[in-house]
Structures are given as C-alpha cells and as structure tokens.
C-alpha cells in the first residue's frame, strides 16, 4: 500500500512565523500535490510538483512556496504565517503517466494560526 | 476553467435507507477524468471510483454504484441500504487529461450521516 506521511497531525504557530509542513511517500511516485481543505470551500489545490525541483502553481499559491529536493520528500512552506492560513493541509501523491490514476492522500496537518 | 458542484452541504438519513449523492461538472475538455473520494472522520481521504468521459457505464460496487450522464453533466453516487460505517464526508472530483499532470479540481463536499 502507498504511503503518505504528513510529518505532523496538529500544528500551532504564531503570527509571522516561517511553518514548514512536510509530507513523505514511499511509492516512488512522480507527482506530489499539496491542497488545503476549509468548510465550504472544499480542496483547493495550493502548489504540485510532477519531477524533483519542478513545481508549478495551483490554484491558490499566495502566501506559499513549496520545496522539492528529493523525489519522495514535498515541503510546503509558510514564508510569514498569517490567521487566515489556518487550515487543514492536505498532501497527496500519484504515479503520474498516462491514467490519471488516483491520488493517495496523507492524513493531513491541521494548523492553527494565532 | 474547470468546476465541480456538489450543491447538498449535509445529507442525514436513517439506517438502511438509500441515498444519492450528486455531482455536477463543468469543464471544456473532451476528455476528462471524475472520481469520488471519502473522507471519514480519521481525516485521510479514501478514493472510490475514477471514471473516463468516453465510460459511461453505470458502476456497482456491492452497495455503492455511480451514475455517469454526459448530456446533463453528472456523476452521481448512491448508497443502498446505508450503514453508519457510510457517515463521512464524500467529495466529487475532475481532472484534465493532461496525461501525467493528476491535478484534481474538487467539489465542496457532501457531509453525510447515517442516524443509527
């Protein structure tokens, strides 16, 4: 079974600190994905990466950048924090190819922002 | 621009009811992907069924099935005789056939409650 490990559960941080979310996958997997999930709004896609160093813009990328550096390892990282980035963060990685095959998530990091 | 429409926020019924989940989609690709994701309460969300747009074959999965329309633009999902291990919430997804680029436009999701 794919494994996806977000390396927290629950995170708080203060106002203007630099967070850093890591997510890990064990499958050797091409893409990595990282959205954030609020009421209502669902699953907003944030950044994805499809090959180590490459990472293309999501649908709502202000306030992120993310790190690839390894093929299993997806960084995302929160330059200043800010209270309207508490969130449920979400990494999920896929094979990449030609299937569109579907996407295993992690168990997701819920951040507070205070 | 893609977009998905899951229009029921919260669904409750009794135990061994049937209920219908709906989806609604909008994209200008011929080809395209949708699937059904659940989320129970633990968090991680749990893939169901993905469908190609040139599949329109309804899909049964024990007591899971999914109804694929082209012309109206759905793809809804019904579970038959509900049991509480169904209480979760269930999003609705498209992504481009853009092929190895399996980024997913979700849905809002569709909290769904099974009263024992």
């Known amino acids: 079974d794919v494994k996806v490990t977000q390396s927290s559960r629950y995170l708080v941080k203060r106002t203007g600190e630099k967070v850093f979310l890591e997510c890990v996958q064990d499958m050797d997997h091409e893409n990595m994905f990282w959205y954030r999930q609020d009421p209502g709004l669902g699953l907003r896609l944030i950044y994805f990466?499809?090959?180590?160093?490459?990472?293309e813009k999501g649908d709502i990328p202000e306030g992120y950048s993310v790190s690839r550096e390894k093929k299993e390892r997806f960084s995302l990282i929160l330059e200043s924090a800010s209270t309207n980035q508490t969130s449920m963060y979400l990494c999920?990685?896929?094979?990449?190819?030609?299937?569109?095959?579907?996407?295993?998530f992690g168990n997701g990091t819920r951040l507070t922002v205070t | 621009a893609q977009k998905v429409t899951q229009a029921q926020t919260e669904i409750s019924v009794v135990e061994k009811e049937d209920v219908t989940l709906d989806c609604v989609y909008e994209?200008?690709?011929?080809?395209?992907?949708l699937f059904w994701y659940k989320q129970p309460p633990s968090g991680e969300l749990v893939f169901l069924i993905r469908?190609?747009?040139?599949?329109?074959q309804n899909e049964i999965s024990g007591r899971y099935s999914w109804n694929f329309q082209k012309s109206t633009s759905s793809f809804n999902f019904t579970i038959t005789a509900s049991q509480v291990v169904d209480s979760a919430v269930y999003f609705c997804a498209l992504s481009e056939a853009d092929f190895g680029n399996e980024k997913l436009t979700f849905g809002t999701g569709t909290r769904l409650t099974i009263i024992p």
């Open positions: 990466s499809y090959d180590v160093k490459m990472k």
């Open positions: 994209t200008r690709d011929t080809t395209y992907y």
């Open positions: 999920a990685s896929s094979p990449g190819g030609k299937n569109n095959s579907p996407l295993h």
């Open positions: 469908r190609n747009s040139f599949d329109e």
